[in-house]
């Protein structure tokens, strides 16, 4: 197989997970809506933009190699809110702070961040694909709009590092490219000697050990909506 390695790493992530309430989840590692999200930024593919947000959707695959999910943090909030009108209609944030302060309420919310998590993604393209290998590292390279860890105050911390490569399965296009954040990193980092793959379809050498069922399929970013889909694990004892 060919696929396109790369690698993320920030002080703090949040990988969005499906929310009820005043809890922001995060997962322990990038679903596929983040990770068609950060490749559009790459390419310049705004959020409106349908065509080519579902384009890039139907062209690319991904697989996840986890060194380490970091520390889990929560950060609470306290947002003012208006109270319930069924007659009022609010565009903007401005406008929902407009009305009297006594018919504001407050709200508290919590949401969750990884701690300094380690992540490489690899990239594979399906038989119909509007764009090459080259092209996607090519944008990963310089990328059109910034891109962050699923939020906008989780930014990168060192370059993501494209690189293709050819190989026999997804454990050995990883192994082919280790991640590079700094000297020692098993050590500043604390990573385990054991790691976790996230994928989708067919691994070539890694076994399934668990599949797990998610709704991050993008359907329409415009519209905020998202598909079911199939994502296989398998945790291995990282080799020295």
Known sequence: ??????????????????????????????G???????LAAALGIRRDDGPNQQALAASVRFAV????????????????VPGRDKKARYFTRKDELSVPKEKLNTVLSSREYRQDGLWQVAVLLNEQSDWNLDELEAALRAPVFTPYLGRKACPLAV???????????????????????????????NLPESVDYYWEGDAGDIEVQDTRQLTDDLISRDRWQFGNRREHHARLREEA
């Open 1 to 30: 197989m060919e696929a396109l390695i790369f690698q993320l790493y920030g002080p703090l992530a949040s990988w969005g997970a499906p929310a009820v309430g005043e809890t922001r989840p995060s997962a322990d590692h990038p």
């Open 32 to 38: 596929r809506a983040a990770l068609l999200g950060l």
């Open 65 to 80: 190699k986890q060194h380490s999910a970091g520390r889990l943090m929560r950060d609470y909030h306290t947002v003012q």
């Open 159 to 189: 370059p993501m590092a494209p690189q293709k490569v050819q190989a026999k399965g997804l454990r050995e296009a990883f192994a082919a490219v280790p991640p590079r954040i700094c000297d020692q990193q098993a050590r500043w980092l």
